[in-house]
């Protein structure tokens, strides 16, 4: 569950989280949407930072995880593959 504490339901964040991005849809002029493109930038940045606070403390157990790791996954190949099609 995402945020347990808020009490909300899957289908009540699915909802709250659907009806302003669908109101997004209905947009025909994007310079109104131009005020909150830096705020999306911070968002990202900040998820950035997060990240690398919280897995600071584990650094050092980096080196193992490589180690024991398999230099490719066979079960999860064609999603790795497709992502990376996708993304180029």
């Given amino acids: 569950r ?3 504490e808020a009490g909300l339901s899957s289908s009540s964040w699915i909802a ?4 302003p991005l669908v109101g997004c849809a209905f947009i025909e002029n994007v310079q109104a949407l131009e005020r909150f493109s830096g705020l999306g930038l911070a968002a990202g940045q ?3 930072l997060l ?4 897995a600071a403390p584990h650094a050092h157990e980096f080196p193992a995880y ?3 790791q398999p230099i490719i996954r066979w079960s999860t190949f064609p999603v790795a593959m497709g992502l ?3 993304c180029n």
Avoid: I, N, R, T
Wanted: net charge neutral.
């Fill in 46 to 48: 900040g998820f950035v």
């Fill in 66 to 68: 490589l180690s024991a």
């Fill in 16 to 19: 709250s989280l659907a009806v």
């Fill in 2 to 4: 995402f945020l347990p």
């Fill in 84 to 86: 990376a099609v996708f």
């Fill in 51 to 54: 990240l690398l606070a919280s």
